[in-house]
């Protein structure tokens, strides 16, 4: 399975949200969780991509451990969350989002699609996306869960 590059923005059990800022070259918090919610995984995006909504395409990586903000790691990927967000002022795109495994997890070393994962995993990471769009006034809609292949492509372009 081919490989990929994730650098962390928001790690496991975090409440803060943060950006790379490429002009810069480090990471602005950019906001606070309300109390009691966290990133539920690590959070990160995939260097030298263009989501719909401008940004580097974001991950959620599946992982036993939390790691940091800025840590960079090779991981593979198990599928997709295709996803439609509609913003404050109506204006829609598509926001997915990458589930990744690192290639050092012990874990999830044998997981290779989203099929594999506990149907509780798949309900708390939407249910996560929902509830952090909505608390920012943004409306996150699941399209579709995707498996590995397909989403390697939509990487790759």
């Given at each position: 399975m081919e490989l990929i590059s994730v650098i962390i923005e928001s790690p496991k059990g975090s409440g803060a949200k943060f950006d790379y800022e490429p002009a810069t070259k480090d990471f602005k918090l950019k906001k606070i969780l309300p109390a009691g919610m966290v990133f539920p995984f690590d959070?990160?995006?995939?260097?030298?991509?263009?989501?719909?909504?401008g940004d580097p395409l974001d991950v959620i990586v599946l992982s036993e451990i939390g790691t940091f903000t800025g840590c960079r790691m090779d991981c593979r990927v198990i599928g997709a969350i295709k996803a439609k967000q509609t913003e404050r002022n109506g204006d829609e795109m598509r926001n997915d989002r990458?589930?990744?495994?690192?290639?050092?997890?012990?874990?999830?070393?044998?997981?290779?699609?989203?099929?594999?994962?506990?149907d509780s995993i798949l309900k708390e990471l939407e249910a996560f996306f929902k509830n952090y769009n909505t608390l920012a006034g943004k409306i996150f809609d699941v399209i579709e869960l995707i498996n590995a292949r397909e989403a390697l492509e939509m990487i790759n372009g």
């Open positions: 959070f990160g995006f995939i260097p030298d991509t263009k989501g719909g909504d990458f589930v990744v495994v690192p290639e050092v997890s012990h874990l999830y070393s044998d997981v290779t699609t989203l099929l594999q994962l506990p």
